[in-house]
């Protein structure tokens, strides 16, 4: 039988679904995500507690919600100083917002067989961006000395897809 939702974390999935139903194309539907997702992401009743667990071998995915006809996911990332993904992209869309601590991005664009290192942004509290493939390839960490977590928005079933990732890149990387 699936979890209730918080109250907070309700209205977040009421928000996010009136986003994703409105339609238009990727780019529309996840700016209007973002902007729902940063509405809720000072509200201190979000995540119970158990979604604010961590790992302490790599990042922690809590599953908060999948809509029912697959059309997106919320997950919370809970990261320990130091824990990172892989360089990767991903399967649809995806909306980040920072809710406790900081996280920091690394964006590559991929030339021949290397990866291009692009930028590096930090992602403050409170603050949501978006990605859209292609050329969403990063990897993103907590390059901070305490507690990140985050709360993520993809266009896809996770549920049923486990991960957000759609291809893992281990090749060079020019700087």
């Known amino acids: 039988m699936p ?3 918080s109250p907070a974390a309700a209205l977040l999935v009421g928000d996010v679904r009136t986003a994703v139903v409105t339609g238009g194309d990727d780019h ?10 940063t509405g809720h992401l000072a509200d201190p009743l979000l995540l119970d507690p ?4 961590p790992d302490p071998d790599h990042y922690r995915q809590h599953v908060l919600h ?8 919320v997950v ?26 900081e996280e920091e991005e690394t964006t590559y664009r991929l030339v021949g067989d290397r990866l291009v290192q692009r930028g590096i942004n930090r992602t ?20 901070s000395d305490s507690v990140a977590i985050s709360i993520h928005v993809y266009g896809a079933d996770i ?6 990732i759609r291809r893992r890149y281990d090749l060079p990387v020019a700087h």
């Open 159 to 164: 549920g049923l897809l486990g991960t957000s």
């Open 76 to 101: 919370a990332l809970v990261w320990l100083p130091g824990q990172e993904t892989c360089i990767h992209d991903h399967v649809s869309w995806c909306v980040v917002g920072t809710y406790v601590g």
């Open 3 to 5: 979890r209730l939702l």
């Open 28 to 37: 529309a539907v996840a700016a209007r995500v973002a902007r729902a997702l």
């Open 124 to 143: 403050p509290q409170g603050v949501a961006s978006y990605l859209v493939p292609p050329g969403d390839i990063h990897k993103v960490c907590n390059s």
């Open 50 to 53: 158990e979604h604010r667990e």
């Open 66 to 73: 999948v809509e029912p006809d697959g059309s997106f996911s």
